[in-house]
């Protein structure tokens, strides 16, 4: 569908963020629009429109009655994995709506999510098995990871480590709490090979629903790490810190459905920086390491441990992860073929 085509109709988006700057908003539909030269609104379900677009932060309560146009629902996290007796999700749905997040109160949040992909006439997601979770619900459903381009502006050229060795992590707050899973791992590791980590997140997070008991990530960070160089999170610096680093890490809980579910979006983002980068052996994760024939998918922590060692050691590892991952990223999602699945995804609705 060309630009003019789209130009012509009312679109609106239900963002994250209110000034558009959450990955969410800023890697997926925001960062289409604007690369397109789309023209769109904020979303509001008393109007009108031809096109709405929701990201995960939409009140689905609302939306999901909505019946004046075509809807693209953006799920990119596998909330359809979370059992029903999970705690979160048995509060989560009261909990959106006493903090006014929901305009209706439904108590069961996974029901008012299967809702939503029931009224959406196209879903999003990230990765192939929450396509598998959600088709039992709507018939539409593509699977569309990041364009990280605006934050990959930096490719790392030089492998010989820094003396002490640094390892990165980058993403939200509240999910370094996943370092728990390998803090035996690395404070093994330490004890031979002494090295820094860093940490690129926000300073501050909330602790519930993304407004309630804001908290220092400082605090967060010192309870999981002897010692942690924290850097506040900026996308005109991000990329230098990262790439100033050694190995990056993504640990995950495999044993937390959500968190298996995961996509491979962190680990194509270090990867474009040609950052060698160690992770916990999620399906996505793996069938990436698979794609770039890299064996850095950790499942167990004696694996961590062993991994660590290595790659903190050897120079040629890290250059040759480093690069094969690098090749591997952009042969396998360059922009231009993400762009054109949000294309195809919005002419698929509005044919």
């Known amino acids: 569908m060309m630009k003019r085509e789209l130009n012509r109709l009312r679109i609106g988006y239900a963002p994250i963020s209110g000034k558009l700057d959450a990955p969410g ?41 909505y019946r004046k146009g075509k809807i693209v629902y953006d799920l990119v996290d596998a909330y359809l994995a979370v059992p029903r007796t999970d705690p979160r999700a048995l509060f989560r749905g009261l909990g959106k709506y006493l903090s006014r997040q929901s305009r ?16 959406a006439d196209a879903v999003l997601c990230s990765t ?17 990871l990041d364009m990280q381009s605006a934050t990959t502006t930096k490719v790392k050229r030089e492998y010989k480590a820094a ?22 791992a690395l404070r093994r590791v330490q004890r031979k090979t002494q090295f820094e980590m860093h940490i ?14 804001k908290t220092s990530t400082a605090r967060l960070a010192n309870r999981l ?11 005109s610096s991000c990329a230098e810190i990262i790439c100033a680093s050694d190995l990056a890490l993504i640990p995950l809980n495999l044993n937390d459905p959500f968190a298996r579910r995961k996509p491979e979006n962190k680990l194509l983002l270090f990867w474009r920086l040609g ?18 024939q890299l064996s850095m998918d950790c499942a167990t922590e004696g694996e961590w441990e062993v991994a660590l060692e290595k790659y903190l050691t050897d120079e040629s590892a890290r250059r040759e992860a480093g690069q094969r991952g690098r090749a591997y990223a952009e042969q396998k999602y360059p922009e231009d073929k993400l762009l054109a699945a949000w294309d195809d995804v919005l002419e698929s609705v509005l044919i």
């Not at 060698?276 to 794609?291: D, E, F, H, I, V």
Request: hydrophobic share 40%.
């Open 25 to 65: 908003d800023r890697r997926r539909f925001v960062h289409y629009a604007r690369t397109r030269g789309i023209q769109f609104e904020m979303a509001d379900p008393r109007r009108d429109y031809d096109l709405v677009i929701l990201s995960q932060a939409a009140d689905i309560t609302a939306w999901s009655r």
């Open 104 to 119: 209706f109160l439904e108590l069961d949040f996974r029901k008012s999510i299967e809702a939503m992909c029931r009224r």
């Open 128 to 144: 192939v098995e929450q396509q598998g979770d959600i088709a039992n619900y709507c018939e539409n459903v593509r699977v569309i």
């Open 163 to 184: 003396s002490p060795p640094r390892l990165v992590w980058e993403g939200l707050p509240f999910t370094l709490a996943a370092f728990e899973q390998i803090a035996g």
């Open 200 to 213: 690129v997140t926000d300073l501050h997070y909330y602790r519930y629903l993304n407004r309630y008991a």
């Open 225 to 235: 790490f002897d010692s942690a160089h924290l850097h506040a999170w900026n996308e």
């Open 275 to 292: 950052m060698p980068t160690l992770t916990s052996a999620t399906p996505a994760y793996r069938r990436a390491m698979q794609g770039a």
